[in-house]
Nanobody, 122 residues
Framework: VQLVESGGGLVQPGGSLRLSCTAS????????LSWVRQVPGKELERITG???????MYLDSVEGRATISRDNAKNTLYLQMNTLKPEDTAVYYC?????????????????WGQGTQVTVSS
């Protein structure tokens, strides 16, 4: 099983980025998929998720700025983030859980990528 995130980096406040997560080794299409971020010393924070049928949820802090999508044919999950703020700075993980996500999120359940750093700074 492998999930590999890409697309992170340094972005100026107000900027945008698109994260991708390519999966292999499990049945991608049946899993609930999420983007979860973590700031050093703080808890994991699930900012958005998408069901196998395409229903989505967003944390209030990213609502209207984030769009999650999945391409089951490509085994790939995406996150489009716009109007980025310094407080969005974190390591972003993609997670795949079946059948439903655990709350609070934990790396002990499901499949997780290694994470990609997103830094929002001028």
């Amino acid at each position: 099983v492998q999930l590999v995130e890409s697309g992170g980096g340094l972005v100026q406040p107000g900027g945008s980025l698109r994260l991708s997560c390519t999966a292999s080794g499990f049945t991608f299409s049946t899993h609930y998929l999420s983007w979860v971020r973590q700031v050093p010393g703080k808890e994991l924070e699930r900012i958005t998720g998408i069901t196998r049928l395409g229903n989505t949820m967003y944390l209030d802090s990213v609502e209207g700025r984030a769009t999650i999508s999945r391409d089951n044919a490509k085994n790939t999950l995406y996150l489009q983030m716009n109007t980025l703020k310094p407080e969005d700075t974190a390591v972003y993980y993609c997670a795949a859980e079946d059948p439903l996500p655990r709350w609070p999120p934990t790396k002990d359940f499901g499949y997780w990528g290694q994470g990609t750093q997103v830094t929002v700074s001028s």
